[in-house]
């Protein structure tokens, strides 16, 4: 119990991160909270966590308990292993797909605002933005999204890397591969708090290079919130 626990307490202390910062950046900047799709970001985020956090602390006091499972459907011993081992990856990967979703919205935002172009590809998009802001694309904010594009494709298809041609991306000193019909391996906590980390530093640096524009709407990031229920 004491690695899942300290997954938790991780993203926690992530999530507060995220927290703060963007506190620290309306009263630097006075940035929209509701409407400026760069003070959006950091909202869709802190709730992703907290679906996580809630998932994994049910996972904790409940799901791991011998008799949870079979008690509620009368499952078998062997199925009830699966079934915990399932919620907790499941819970995991949920989040590396959720969270690539909200972040390419938050780059069409920005690619939409600066109307570079009519692409639909998020590569040419990321690679727009990033160009147009004079940010690098050898960095490991780059290299971050990019890995984390990858993984959502490859996720959306079983966990099997389909592309033709083998990709290996170094990233804060190791190496991330996606081999051709080889299941991806390096959806783990570490990664993503790597990967949370290095977004975080990236939209605050965007948010500060932007401070000329008075307003960034949400356009695409918008349904990432949709409210109808």
Known sequence: MDIFQENLDRIEKERGKYIDTRTVLIE???????????????????????????????????ILSINYIPDLFKSSDADSIQVRRNYYVRNKHSLFLFLQSVIEAYFRDLYFHYELGISKSFDKILKSVFSHLGISEYTDYYRSIH???????????????????QIDIEY????????????????SYDILYQILEDFRELITIIAEK????????????????????
């Not at 890995?147 to 041609?165: A, E, K, V």
């Not at 932007?210 to 409210?227: Q, V, Y």
């Open 28 to 62: 630097k900047y006075n940035y929209d909270i509701k409407t400026d799709c760069r003070m959006g970001i950091f909202g869709q985020i802190d709730r992703l966590l907290i679906y996580h956090d809630i998932n994994m602390v049910h996972f904790i006091r409940h």
């Open 147 to 165: 890995i984390l594009n990858l993984m959502r494709n490859t996720l959306h298809n079983n966990g099997i890397y389909d592309m033709p041609n």
């Open 172 to 187: 804060h000193g190791k190496i991330c591969s996606f081999a051709t019909g080889k299941p991806h391996t390096s959806a």
């Open 210 to 229: 932007t401070i000329s524009e008075k307003l960034i709407k949400c356009r695409a990031s918008d349904f990432m919130d949709d409210n109808s229920w």
